[in-house]
């Protein structure tokens, strides 16, 4: 494999100033006959983001407070190592070839059983442990904003058919602190595809330890979700969000209803859930959700072309130590997931996640930052 950079890309001075503090040396190192490196991403108000071609996984996203105090506001590690190892494999990583999960690992397309690896109780989980987040990606940074990684998953990879060529895009805007996640993929047989990235966000920034997003004020644009049984797979129906505690059209903080006695929080311990956004045209980008940290003033915008996003509250994580030794214990970080429905392949009615040969499989998702007084 071979990592490009231009001339200008090789900006020593960019590596020792990052303002993440991430040393690009301890992410120097060959997995599978494939180099690994730290790419930084810097628009011209100053904001940074730190990626690592090690499944596209983000490092950190260096944003201003509202008294212009920039921190990190993603979980991250700080050494490929760290990352390859992390109790929470999916830290920040692109989630494929299916985020979210597919019931006992089977499906059928087009009269032919798959079956995929298991490793989430009965169920596969985010592409199987070895997909799209275990593997090193082909990396084009094209200029100080922007960074192009490739994959090509090869047909039989978790047990999906077809061989999948991914290309995926980070880009920050040079006006705003926008970053675009975009998306695209081809296949060589009729497969599916569920693509997103699993960032765990702290609006507040990550310490030691870092403060429960509990207090986080959360809004999303759904006036249905997805109920989950016992093992987190859809049970097939799509219920308001009026009158329970799923509901975020109005604005209010995570910790106000997620203690509550309700079935699906406690299926999920906390918030697990997809919610089926508001559209009224599918594949149109349209704002999905937001979150403010009120004490930081910090806030996100989340927007995306896909038909739903999986809100979850951290509520396994179990205090590991990330990036300069910060810690991240249960409920520090929120996860806006965009994608299809979970267990699509399985349930006829949801949105289709199929890709045939000759077409393609496209996304853009936007994590939109500002500040509020």
């Known amino acids: 494999m071979q990592i490009f950079h231009k001339k200008a890309m090789n900006n020593t001075e960019l590596f020792k100033n990052n303002l993440s503090g991430l040393n690009r040396e301890k992410f120097q190192t060959e997995i599978d006959g494939k180099q690994t490196d730290l790419f930084i991403l810097k628009n011209a108000k100053g904001m940074e983001v730190a990626v690592t071609n090690y499944g596209c996984t983000i490092l950190s996203i260096m944003v201003p407070d509202k008294n212009n105090n920039y921190a990190n506001v993603v979980l991250g590690h700080d050494s490929i190592e760290n990352v390859v190892n992390s109790p929470e494999p999916f830290l920040n990583t692109i989630i494929g070839r299916y985020g979210n999960r597919i019931a006992n690992g089977e ?4 009269g032919k059983e798959y079956k995929l690896t298991i490793n989430n109780g009965p169920n596969s989980l985010h592409g ?12 084009n940074q094209v200029d100080e904003r922007t960074l192009v990684l490739k994959y090509t998953s090869p047909d039989g990879e978790e047990g999906f058919p077809g061989a999948l060529s991914v290309e995926m895009t ?6 705003e602190n926008s970053l675009f996640m975009e998306y695209n993929a081809t296949t060589t047989e009729p497969t599916i595809v569920n693509l997103t990235n699993h960032c765990f966000f702290n609006l507040g920034g990550i310490s030691t330890p870092t403060k429960s997003i509990e207090n986080d004020e959360v809004w999303i644009n759904a006036d249905y979700y997805i109920p989950i049984n016992e093992v987190s797979i859809p ?6 969000v009026e009158g329970t505690p799923m509901s975020f059209l109005k604005p209010h903080t995570i910790g106000s209803r997620i203690n509550e006695d309700f079935q699906q929080l406690i ?63 249960e409920r520090s970080a929120l996860c806006f997931e965009a994608q299809c429905f979970p267990n699509t392949p399985n349930v006829p009615y949801f949105p289709s996640a199929v890709l045939l040969p000759n077409d393609e499989y496209q996304q853009v998702t936007v994590y939109k930052f ?3 007084e």
Request: charge should be negative; aromatic fraction near 14%.
């Open 107 to 110: 499906f059928t397309l087009y």
């Open 128 to 139: 199987g442990p070895t997909g799209f987040h275990a593997r090193v990606w082909e990396a």
């Open 170 to 175: 980070y880009t920050l805007d040079n006006e």
């Open 235 to 240: 049970t097939g129906e799509i219920l308001s």
């Open 267 to 329: 299926y999920g311990k906390g918030y697990d859930h997809c919610y089926v956004l508001n559209k009224q045209e599918m594949g149109a980008i349209t704002i999905a959700a937001s979150c403010k940290n009120i004490e930081s003033g910090r806030r996100m915008e989340v927007y995306t072309t896909e038909a739903g996003v999986q809100l979850y509250t951290g509520n396994w994580l179990n205090g590991f130590t990330g990036a300069h030794g910060a810690t991240y214990p």
């Open 370 to 372: 500002d500040v509020e």
